[in-house]
């Protein structure tokens, strides 16, 4: 067998990284740990970094309107994020809903019903 030849590395070419400019900050650091629903399931995700959503098995009804186009209404979701709550005029009349967002890229998803718990992707 052929032995693998290792590359040696010089770690004083390599460039320093940047110090960290957060030290001592009043902002608090989060670690988001991402959910990952079982494989071989049928699942929706987010469409710009892929994160896993909602197992198809929690899918209510995709007879929902949005404000941009067809939504789904969802019984459980992981790996997302609410806004503040309040009252909007829907399709349907008056309703207490937030906004929910991907917890890994922050991209806006939908909106939660406050009052129930059923989310709207």
């Not at 110090?19 to 399931?41: A, F, S, V, W």
């Not at 899918?59 to 806004?83: D, E, M, P, T």
Request: charged share 20%.
């Amino acid at each position: 067998m052929e032995k693998q030849r290792r590359e040696k590395t010089n770690f004083n070419e390599i460039a320093p990284s940047p110090p960290c400019e957060n030290i001592m900050t009043d902002r608090k650091t989060y670690i988001i740990l991402q959910h990952y629903l079982p494989k071989g399931d049928r699942c929706y995700s987010c469409i710009h970094c892929r994160a896993n959503l909602a197992a198809h098995s929690e899918l209510i009804s995709k007879s929902f309107q949005g404000s941009q186009g067809k939504a789904y209404l969802f019984n459980a979701v992981v790996n997302v994020g609410c806004g503040p709550a309040e009252e909007r005029v829907l399709l349907t009349g008056l309703h207490a809903v937030a906004d929910i967002f991907c917890e890994i890229c922050k991209t806006t998803l939908g909106w939660k019903y406050v009052s129930k718990r059923n989310f709207v992707l």
